[in-house]
Each structure stands twice: as C-alpha cells, then as structure tokens.
C-alpha cells in the first residue's frame, strides 16, 4: 500500500487558479503512473490527468489547456495546476498512484481527496 495525501484544494471564483499536490509515502522503490481523479456530487469519478514516469500526460478533454500534471520523483509528489476554473470543476480531486516497492511487489493506493468548490 502507498500513502497519498493531497493538498491544495478550497474556494475560487470562477476564471481563478488552484494548485494541488499529492505526496506519496510508503515502502516506494518506484512510481509508475500517478493520476488526479474527480468525483462531482451525484457523478462518477473520473479521471482528470495522468502522468507516466518518463514524463508522458495524458488529460480529459474538459481540462485540456486549462489544467497541468507535473511531478518531483525526487519528492514522489504530483502536482495538478488548474488553471481558468469553471463551475464545472467543482468536486473532490483524489490522486492515485501505481507504484513498486522493493521486492519488487506493486502497490497502490488513493488519496482521502481535497475539495475543490468554484463559484460562478
């Protein structure tokens, strides 16, 4: 199991900008794919971003242009800048992460999740 916890999250006004972190811990050899999920009241979660080890991004067609997946491996944090935020943002932001400890056994695990609220 990897430990994550998230940071960054609270109030802003619609068109502002948030930045949230997710610092993972645990008995971690290795990160793979460390991922921000959302889950609006009443929605699925859904994946938002999506970064590799070797720096590849993925992103939700709502985010794109708008949001940012970083990571420091040497702090095995992820970051997720968010950008010209809408209403729609609204929800709790978890971050997920697949990672190898070293016996080479995989781990995972998810964040307790950090609200994000946009008001219009």
């Known amino acids: 199991q990897v430990q994550l916890v998230e940071s960054g999250g609270g109030l802003v006004q619609a068109g502002g900008s948030l930045r949230l972190s997710c610092a993972a811990s645990?008995?971690?050899?290795?990160?793979?794919?460390l991922d921000w999920f959302r889950q609006a009241p009443g929605k699925p979660r859904e994946l938002v971003a999506a970064i590799t080890s070797g720096g590849n991004t993925n992103y939700a067609d709502s985010v794109k242009g708008r949001f940012t997946i970083s990571r420091d491996n040497a702090k095995n944090t992820v970051y997720l800048q968010m950008n010209s935020l809408k209403p729609e943002d609204t929800a709790v932001y978890y971050c997920n992460a697949v990672a190898w400890d070293y016996e080479g056994i995989q781990l995972s695990g998810w964040g307790q999740g950090t609200q994000v609220t946009v008001s219009s």
């Open positions: 645990g008995s971690i050899f290795s990160i793979d794919a």
